[in-house]
C-alpha cells in the first residue's frame, strides 16, 4: 500500500487555479458585439487550464435563435483571438437567444465546421471548441 503513495504530495493551490484571481479578458466582449451586431451579450467568460495553456469560454447571446452564419462565428473567434490579452489554446462557445418561447440554443456547430483549417470539437448544447486559431488567423499578439 506504502509504494502507491510514493511520488504524490499536496501541492498548494496556485493563483491561476484560485478562484480570487482577476482574469484580464481586454474587452473581449465589446469586441464581439462590434464585430457580429446579432451578438447582443457575452455572457460567463472564463479562463482555465488546459494543458501548457489556457482555454477561454463564453456564452453568446444572439437576437434571435438563428444559427450563426460562418463568416458570423468567424468574425466572433477573430475578435476573441485578436482582444484578448493572453493566448488561449481553445475558445469554447455556446450561445443561446432569449425568446417569445423562453431561452432557445443557437448552434454554432455547422458554421464552425466551415472554418477550416480551425480543428473543432462539440461543446455543451449545440456549442463549439475550437484550436488551431493561429492556423486561421496569424500568431496571436498581445493587443495595443
Known sequence: MGGAL?????????????????????GVAD???????????????SRSRNGFGYRFSAGLV??????????????????IWQR???????????????????????DLRAAADALDPLRVRDAGQAGVSLTGMASRYGAWTAPE
Open 84 to 106: 484578448l490579452p493572453w493566448e488561449p489554446n481553445t475558445i469554447k462557445l455556446t450561445a443561446g437567444a432569449d425568446t417569445d418561447a423562453g431561452h432557445e440554443v443557437v
Open 31 to 45: 469586441a464581439v458585439t462590434r464585430a457580429v451586431p446579432r451578438v447582443v451579450e457575452v455572457r460567463d467568460s
Open 62 to 79: 444572439t437576437d434571435s435563435a438563428e444559427p450563426l452564419t460562418p463568416a458570423e462565428l468567424d468574425a466572433v473567434v477573430e475578435a
Open 6 to 26: 510514493v511520488g504524490c504530495s499536496v501541492v498548494p493551490q496556485s493563483p491561476e487555479h484560485s478562484e480570487e484571481t482577476t482574469v484580464d479578458y481586454g
